[in-house]
Each structure stands twice: as structure tokens, then as C-alpha cells.
């Protein structure tokens, strides 16, 4: 898990975590989708490894993640990727007891 506290610490630098906080249920039930989509497709429960790369992808064409990183003025497009990257896994192991159906919010 040292991915993720690397993730935290650089997630934190840029304040995505201020911005996962206010958006956390926006970004639950996008990881939600997600899970259940790969669930059907592949007929076993994924784990949270298994759908960071989906997650990802989608995070980078949604509203919410545009939003947030359309207020960091010194982003550069070229590194939203990674940080979509940093922030899938980010919200995926924090929440995945909610995401997979194991509890609830």
C-alpha cells in the first residue's frame, strides 16, 4: 500500500483530496459503475487492482474529474492522466467496502 500513501501525499500537494472529500460521492458511485460493469463482463467479483485502469479512463471524461482539474491553474493536460491514475487507485482502496457491496455508505 505504499502506491497509495505516495498517491495521498502528492493528491494532498495538489488538493485533490480537499476536492475528493466534496466530491466523494460523485466518485463512489462512478467506482460503483465501474465494478458492476466488470462484474457482468467477467463474471467474478473484481478487485480494486482490477478496475483502477477502467476507473482511470472513465475519471478522465467525467465532469467531475474535469471540474476538479479545471481550478489547478498549473496542471498541465499532458500529466491529468496520473493523476487520474493516482486518484482511481485513491478512491478504490479507501472505498471499496462500499464500492463492491460488501457495506454501505
Not at 17 to 38: F, P
Not at 55 to 79: C, D, N, R
Not at 85 to 100: D, E, F, G, P, T
Request: net charge positive.
Amino acid at each position: 500500500m505504499n502506491h497509495l500513501s505516495n498517491d495521498e501525499n502528492t493528491l494532498r500537494k495538489w488538493s485533490f483530496i480537499t476536492d475528493y472529500t466534496k466530491h466523494q460521492v460523485q466518485l463512489v458511485e462512478l467506482a460503483q459503475d465501474i465494478y458492476k460493469a466488470l462484474s457482468q463482463t467477467l463474471h467474478v467479483q473484481p478487485g480494486p487492482a482490477d478496475c483502477v485502469r477502467i476507473y482511470e479512463i472513465a475519471l478522465l471524461t467525467s465532469t467531475v474529474f474535469q471540474g476538479m482539474v479545471t481550478k489547478k491553474l498549473f496542471l498541465k493536460p499532458s500529466v491529468q492522466p496520473t493523476f487520474a491514475h493516482m486518484l482511481a487507485r485513491y478512491v478504490l482502496y479507501k472505498n471499496w467496502s462500499v464500492i463492491s457491496g460488501s457495506s454501505t455508505p
